[in-house]
């Protein structure tokens, strides 16, 4: 499935003193006027039902992944520039739209994948072409399974990562619900890769809904360059208000690495019985502590245990929401990663919302500044086919980015032809 590699522990940026834990973590809205019009086309296929976005700082390169399961066009990835200037404005350009595909170059077939979430794996060579990690909510009540799977150049599908079989879907005993399945990915610094459920598996709990209580669904932990799974731990989630309405739920939409041990998730409660006339929902963020946490991989079902005594989960603290963030928009922002830092004690963190391929609907982005983190990544060391120890240098943008795609802007700018440029009203 992937070259074997000697690999060591790698590290993007500066760690704060201490455990992240211990750090004071805020998060407060910058920017969030910019966003990008439901029409929005790259190379006429919609830009929209945006569920995972990822931003390489090596690199200095984006991709964002569409929950499309091939209704409307194939299942695809758009390759992105994105531009924050000093003030935090927001300029997306879209370089292609890669569609996923079989081996020999046949466009997969849609109806089998609806993607929730992509990492972007360090090229390696820095300038070479980069692999993606991905989850898949899969098609389950039409028996696509869900999983976590790996990208190559081109957008060509490869194997996907063995996990336990207590996983797989057999509907109403065991496995995710449909459309409730992998929705959140975070690549750690040492190449391990934490995939998160959005509720909790059949055979563990209810959807998490006013009155359930607390319910746990599950973070699957995984080796990158093995495709194996190496435990499964136990991820809480608090019924929502009842002033949300009896049909609200929350969800576990993102997970977000800041190193080895610690993940900034995103969770969304969804309010469906709102007047308006398009989805709403609430973000909610929260610090989390992998260590300490039990490994369930063993417990085949959570039904009847107690979290403290027969299982530890994994630690949550509440960072912020749509209020103490400033006025966050009420839309569900589904799409997250850290981009580059702010300064040296601020980090960005880039958001997209799922306007679920609604035209009329556009893409919301937030700009969100936070403090007490300072994220890291895996690092490709100069000259080497390796992940190695961080090296403070800064590539420029040229450096980076894939020749591929420096070839096709050097040959749109000689035809006098731009990339498509999505922010902002009209779009297209």
């Known amino acids: 499935m992937r070259c074997s590699r000697i690999v060591s522990l790698a590290s993007l940026m500066l760690v704060v003193s201490g455990a992240a834990a211990q750090a004071q973590v805020t998060a407060k809205v910058l920017n969030q006027d910019d966003y990008i019009d439901g029409f929005a086309r790259v190379e006429g296929l919609e830009f929209g039902g945006i569920s995972g976005i990822d931003y390489d700082q090596q690199s200095k390169f984006w991709y964002v992944v569409s929950n499309d399961t091939g209704s409307t066009a194939p299942v695809r990835f758009f390759a992105m520039e994105i531009r924050i200037d000093e003030y935090g404005n927001i300029l997306f350009n879209s370089d292609e739209v890669q569609r996923l595909n079989h081996p020999n170059g046949d466009i997969y077939e849609p109806g089998h994948h609806s993607p929730g979430a992509v990492r972007i794996i360090p090229p390696d060579p820095v300038g070479d072409e980069p692999?993606?990690?991905?989850?898949?909510?899969?098609?389950?009540?039409?028996?696509?399974?869900?999983?976590?799977?790996?990208?190559?150049?081109?957008?060509?599908?490869?194997?996907?990562?063995?996990?336990?079989?207590?996983?797989?879907?057999?509907?109403?005993?065991?496995?995710?619900?449909?459309?409730?399945?992998?929705?959140?990915?975070?690549?750690?610094?040492?190449?391990?890769?934490?995939?998160?459920?959005?509720?909790?598996?059949?055979?563990?709990?209810?959807?998490?809904?006013?009155?359930?209580g607390t319910t746990y669904t599950r973070l699957i932990h995984l080796d990158y360059f093995k495709a194996d799974q190496l435990d499964e731990m136990a991820y809480p989630l608090e019924a929502p208000d009842a002033k949300y309405g009896e049909k609200s739920e929350r969800s576990l939409v993102e997970l977000v690495a800041v190193n080895d041990n610690t993940l900034v998730a995103v969770e969304s409660i969804t309010m469906p019985e709102s007047k308006n006339r398009f989805e709403k929902a609430r973000t909610e963020l929260y610090l989390v502590e992998l260590d300490g946490a039990s490994d369930i991989t063993a417990l085949d079902s959570l039904k009847g245990l107690e979290a403290g005594k027969d299982f530890v989960p994994v630690k949550k603290t509440f960072i912020a929401d749509n209020d103490s963030m400033g006025g966050l928009r009420q839309v569900p922002f589904k799409a997250a990663t850290f981009?580059?830092?702010?300064?040296?004690?601020?980090?960005?963190?880039?958001?997209?919302?799922?306007?679920?391929?609604?035209?009329?609907?556009?893409?919301?982005?937030?700009?969100?500044?936070?403090?007490?983190?300072?994220?890291?990544?895996?690092?490709?060391?100069?000259?080497?086919?390796?992940?190695?120890?961080?090296?403070?240098?800064?590539?420029?943008?040229?450096?980076?980015?894939?020749?591929?795609?420096?070839?096709?802007?050097?040959?749109?700018?000689?035809?006098?032809?731009?990339?498509?440029?999505?922010?902002?009203?009209?779009?297209?």
């Open 131 to 212: 692999y993606l990690i991905w989850t898949s909510e899969g098609v389950l009540n039409k028996g696509y399974k869900d999983g976590v799977f790996q990208m190559c150049t081109g957008a060509t599908f490869m194997d996907g990562f063995v996990t336990s079989p207590h996983l797989k879907f057999v509907e109403g005993e065991q496995g995710a619900r449909d459309s409730r399945s992998l929705e959140s990915l975070a690549l750690l610094p040492n190449m391990e890769i934490i995939a998160g459920y959005e509720q909790a598996l059949t055979q563990d709990g209810p959807p998490c809904t006013p009155g359930t």
């Open 339 to 428: 981009g580059p830092m702010i300064d040296d004690e601020r980090a960005s963190l880039v958001m997209l919302s799922d306007n679920g391929l609604n035209e009329y609907m556009p893409t919301y982005v937030a700009y969100i500044e936070m403090t007490g983190v300072q994220p890291r990544r895996p690092y490709v060391q100069e000259g080497s086919r390796v992940y190695g120890q961080y090296e403070e240098r800064d590539l420029n943008t040229e450096q980076g980015t894939p020749q591929r795609f420096r070839i096709t802007r050097e040959l749109k700018e000689k035809q006098g032809k731009e990339t498509n440029q999505l922010t902002g009203e009209g779009a297209s």
